[in-house]
């Protein structure tokens, strides 16, 4: 043996690393990001504290938007539910809210979503399916029931029509007899999003964004703490994007929201306060916990720096996550049970305000009560047992996670410009830019599992046949029950009321007013989320989307 | 959209033309975009017709393109309702014998039969892979090409 005397710690570790096996294959994040073998204060350069990382509770936010995090408080665990009728859903909220939880998930059913009534040909097959189905108020009122608006928060997962939602909410809450500033409660309300991803879009970009505008400034005026929108990564994510465009591109859309409120007219500091964020908690563990990091230092400093809010409140990112959907497998699907609780895990060390759990039966049907139960329990085993929640961003000043963070901060940056490039959000997204970067990335990812260059347990790796599970069925005579029931609606609701409240909406969005109001009149008319969305196609036109492959 | 004027009931052996399609409501596209690119790069013609297509229109389509294979992609359980149409439109255009119909997606394992009972060529539920979605339309074309050629 020669002396290493002369030998550095550093050079040693070198020389030991080129003489030593390594496993086969690329070292990188999922979303394709090379990754070293070990990272030390070197990767970080001049590492200022205050400015990367401050204190959690204080600018740049990155350790977190709150002094004590989950010592003070752990984060809400807040299941996704809905589905057949109002009362099949208002059942199960009961049921919920006597177990104790306050904070309520409305999943609408797709013919919702997409703005067409039960009774449309196109919804066919879907009524009720994949969430509760709701026609008019009179659904609305059913779906809230016996449930104290004042005393719960009310998430509602709905975009293209979400005013028209909203203005059933508000309309149940006049009937309740609760002030609208009592109602606490989020809207997803995220358009931009759909054109990039989920496809639930019907107007042309630039009226869609207006509709969320007339939102956020009614809110900020009327229902003060309710969150207009839910700024969401998630569905771009499961499109298939990588960590890094999930970042960028969700930010993007805030960045316009917020634009757009401020040419409106609005006071940023007004309405950036109630501005929320959904991202993806994928598999690449410790990509994700950079990402949601990274994702509060950009948005605080830009809020500040570019869009000149002075108020902390408006610079802090508050944000929901949910794991991955689409990390899921068919095979072997109790294996989904370990997946999830990875990606939970990684949501919550990247400092989450509320956090979904996946169930193992969603890559077969809407999860049946046992998985769902399972899926929340994985959250409680994180929250009681493993100690992550009593030490705040336990990862911070780790030089990998650290390193991770910057270069997916970079990253974004780089996204930006390139936005910019195209001409701003509306312009790229009628290039079909946002589409076609998330295709790419998704079909890479494909390929990369079809070649067995990245391993998925159960599909390419360590295959065998496992036991079917359970599988949740929906009850096959909801859709004639709610086709019937808006018949005997349509029938006894008094029809000119409906038409002149439809033509009032027209008349209002064509002259680019606040269509909030005369929606809460179409609502209490007994109009529907269809016929609404109708008028509104009138006035605004129809939008196809960009071409993506 | 291309028209060919004269459908060629599939006659002569040349390049695999596919319409994929996404009928109904359902706006997931992320498997069938994929699944068009990789038939795409294994030499074949592949037509999507997009979103929010009736089973009239996804039919007439392949009709049109004179297409061997029709995709359905489906994620939120519409299969069970929209499948019978597609099948009902295929005979009412004289198509169901010319065209094989796969389907995709989330399709629970109980579903397969009534599936392939109406007539479906194949289910390629989640996790499937590319290279076998490839190799099933190539091996499905060659017979069908050979066994006309023998039949003539």
């Not at chain 1, 639930?200 to 970009?205: A, G, L, N, R």
């Not at chain 1, 990247?350 to 039966?361: A, I, K, V």
């Not at chain 1, 998985?371 to 100690?387: D, H, N, S, Y």
């Amino acid at each position: 043996m020669t002396s290493h005397a002369d030998q550095s710690p550093q050079a040693k570790y070198e020389a030991d690393v080129a003489q030593s096996r390594q496993r086969a294959g690329a070292f990188t994040t999922l979303s394709g990001q090379p990754v070293e073998p070990l990272y030390t204060p070197a990767d970080l350069g001049e590492f200022d504290y205050g400015e990367k990382l401050g204190y959690p509770g204080q600018f740049p936010f990155t350790r977190g938007i709150h002094s004590t995090m989950y010592r003070g408080r752990l984060w809400t665990m807040r299941q996704f539910a809905g589905f057949g009728t109002a009362e099949d859903t208002n059942e199960r909220f009961k049921f919920l809210v006597a177990k104790g939880q306050t904070g309520l998930s409305v999943a609408f059913d797709l013919p919702t979503l997409m703005g067409v009534d039960s009774d449309h040909p196109t919804a066919l097959g879907e009524v009720g399916r994949c969430g509760v189905a709701i026609d008019s108020l009179a659904d609305m009122e059913r779906l809230f029931d016996g449930i104290d608006l004042a005393a719960a928060s009310v998430s509602m997962t709905i975009n293209l029509p979400a005013n028209i939602l909203f203005a059933f909410y508000l309309a149940v809450a006049r009937r309740q007899g609760v002030p609208w500033d009592k109602l606490r409660g989020t809207l997803q309300n995220d358009i931009l999003k759909e054109y990039h991803a989920q496809n639930e879009y019907v107007y042309p970009p630039e009226p869609s964004v207006k509709l969320i505008v007339d939102s956020m400034a009614f809110c900020a005026r009327h229902v003060p703490q309710f969150n207009p929108i839910s700024i969401s990564g998630y569905h771009i994510r499961e499109a298939g994007s990588s960590a890094g465009q999930e970042l960028a591109f969700t930010l993007a859309d805030g960045f316009h929201y917020v634009e757009q409120g401020i040419k409106a007219g609005l006071d940023v500091d007004d309405f950036a306060p109630r501005l929320s964020y959904f991202f993806n908690a994928h598999s690449d563990f410790f990509e994700e916990i950079a990402k949601f990091r990274a994702a509060r230092r950009i948005w605080a400093r830009e809020l500040r720096d570019r869009y000149g809010a002075r108020q902390d409140r408006s610079l802090l990112m508050r944000c929901h996550a949910q794991t991955a959907g689409c990390s899921l497998t068919e095979q072997q699907p109790m294996v989904n049970v370990v997946r999830t609780a990875f990606e939970a895990l990684s949501a919550v060390l990247g400092g989450t305000q509320s956090l979904h759990t996946n169930s193992m039966d969603e890559t077969i049907s809407l999860p049946t009560e046992d998985a769902v139960t399972l899926a929340l329990r994985t959250q409680q085993v994180i929250a009681c047992e493993t100690g992550v929640a009593n030490t705040i961003d336990p990862l911070g000043g780790s030089y990998f996670v650290e390193s991770l963070t910057d270069r997916i901060e970079a990253e974004a940056y780089d996204i930006f410009r390139r936005i910019d490039e195209a001409g701003g959000m509306i312009a790229a997204i009628e290039q079909g830019f946002f589409r076609r970067s998330i295709a790419e990335t998704a079909y890479r990812l494909a390929r990369q599992i079809d070649a067995g260059e990245r391993q998925v347990i159960g599909v390419n790796a360590f295959v065998e046949d496992a036991p079917p599970i359970p599988v949740h069925r929906i009850d096959p005579t909801t859709e004639e029950r709610q086709v019937a029931r808006l018949a005997e609606l349509k029938r006894t609701r008094d029809g000119a009321a409906v038409g002149a409240s439809l033509a009032k909406l027209k008349s209002v969005a064509a002259a680019d007013g606040n269509t909030i109001e005369p929606m809460i009149e179409a609502a209490e008319a007994y109009a529907t989320v269809g016929e609404m969305v109708d008028a509104l196609k009138q006035v605004y036109g129809e939008y196809r989307g960009a071409r993506d492959w | 959209m291309t028209q060919s004027s004269q459908p060629s009931k599939h006659s002569k052996p040349g390049r695999i033309r596919v319409v994929l399609a996404k009928v109904g409501l359902d706006g997931h596209d992320r498997g069938i975009k994929v699944v068009a690119r990789s038939l795409r790069d294994a030499g074949m013609e592949v037509i999507y017709t997009g979103l929010w297509q009736s089973p009239e229109a996804v039919v007439r389509s392949a009709v049109q393109e004179d297409a061997g294979f029709l995709g359905l992609s489906f994620l939120s359980g519409s299969h069970t309702a929209l499948m019978p149409k597609v099948f009902d439109a295929l005979r009412a255009a004289g198509a169901a014998g010319d065209i094989d119909v796969i389907v995709g997606g989330i399709v629970p394992q109980d579903d397969y039969t009534m599936l392939e009972k109406l007539g479906v060529a194949r289910v390629f539920g989640p996790g499937s892979g590319l290279a076998d979605i490839v190799s099933f339309i190539q091996q499905r074309w060659a017979r069908r090409t050979g066994e006309s050629t023998v039949a003539r």
